[in-house]
């Protein structure tokens, strides 16, 4: 799940407060009505034509840890997207089909051009209101948001040389080939006819949307930030009200808003040129997911904070003074509380995750 240049994008929003502010703006620690910018999040979606069932999020489950579905049976959505790390892999980029080892520890002669994003909540990318409905805005995946649903997506990785089909099959051959591999292994014929309660159920549409099921699985829901959005004003500290009314005040909600804390579009990145135009990401479980900006430059996201002080080229307003308190505000979208699991076995009998140990 990554493509282009990469940009955390925090704070590089355009905003109505154009003025210098060098050591920061104002302590305002009074709580406001929060609901026109943010929405807390709920249990995952599942859109219509790919509803949830037991035996699909298992059978994506599998799907995602094993090897069988790269071109040389080496490489995995898990060697790119790992629970240690969480569901990113802790690099500045991501190096894929020729890579041994996991995180920051894997090397590899050939490195993606972008950071690997977590798929952490992509049960609600695109969603940037009301998350109760099916409302999937068109085109929300990938940092180009090029793919239209996470169905779509999930094809990208499996067609790319770089990232899990190698140099020895074509892009046209390999779902073929593919389909052809779990069609020879009694275990996965049965786990298809049980997802999809079809016999010959093994195809491309099938695969993929057994994966999405099991990623849509993975979310976070539970973070003091959404607690608060719902009425628990007491459970944050002043200094992390203060972030949060900083990072309205200083225009960082003009991009950063919504449930996802993502307006889902296409935005100027750190460099004002033509390719660096990226899909606001999300900031939850921001903590998770470092290093950050497009090159990995910021091990640490009080630096990525600062990296947009007073920014006139994209009239932010933040100072200084305001980078630990905004720091404060993001924390609080942290939690711990999601899916952790590792298979124990997959049904081709390739190592679970391919080359990552």
């Known amino acids: 799940m990554k493509r282009l240049h990469f940009n955390l994008i925090t704070l590089a929003c355009v905003t109505l407060f154009g003025c210098e502010n060098p050591g920061g703006m104002g302590n305002d620690a009074q709580p406001r009505d929060y609901s026109s910018i943010f ?11 790919n509803p949830y069932n037991e035996s699909k999020e298992q059978l994506g489950e599998f799907l995602f840890w ?7 049976k080496n490489t995995s959505c898990a060697s790119c997207h790992h629970p240690d790390f969480g569901w990113a892999d802790g690099r500045a980029f ?9 995180g920051p520890a894997r090397f590899g002669f050939e490195v993606t051009p972008i950071h690997s994003p977590t798929i952490m909540n992509v049960a609600f990318t695109g969603i940037t ?7 999937f805005i068109s085109g929300g995946y990938f940092w ?10 999930a094809l990208g990785p499996i067609k790319n040389p770089v990232e899990m089909l190698g140099y020895n099959i074509s892009e046209q051959e390999v779902m073929a080939e593919i389909v052809t591999r779990l069609q020879a292994i009694p275990e996965y ?19 993929v949307k057994a994966l999405a099921t099991f990623e849509r699985k ?16 007491t459970i944050f500290t002043q200094q992390e009200i203060i972030g949060l009314n900083k990072f309205i005040d200083g225009g960082c909600s003009r991009c950063h808003m919504g449930p996802m804390l993502s307006d889902n579009l296409l935005h100027i990145g750190e460099a004002i040129i033509g390719e660096d135009v990226v899909r606001t990401p999300s900031l939850r479980n921001i903590s998770y997911t470092a290093p950050y900006m497009h090159d990995g430059s910021r091990a640490r996201l009080i630096d990525a904070i600062a990296a947009y002080e007073n920014r006139g080229d994209i009239e932010v307003t933040i100072g200084e003074g305001d980078f630990n ?6 924390l609080t979208l942290n939690t711990d509380d999601f899916y952790k699991g590792i298979p124990t076995i997959v049904p081709s009998g390739l190592t679970i995750g391919g080359d990552i140990n």
């Open 129 to 135: 209101n009301d998350v109760t409905t099916d409302n």
């Open 144 to 153: 180009d948001l090029r793919a239209s649903t996470l169905e779509e997506q």
């Open 66 to 72: 094993d090897p069988i579905l790269s071109g040389d």
């Open 325 to 330: 308190d905004i720091e404060a505000f993001l």
């Open 39 to 49: 929405k807390p999040l709920t249990s995952s979606l599942y859109p219509s034509n």
């Open 94 to 102: 991501s190096i894929g089909s020729d890579g041994i080892g996991l």
């Open 189 to 207: 014929v049965e786990l298809f006819e049980q997802a999809f309660t079809v016999s010959d159920a093994i195809n491309s549409e099938n695969i």
């Open 218 to 233: 993975i979310t976070t829901p539970n973070t003091r930030f959404d607690r608060f959005l719902s009425g628990e004003q």
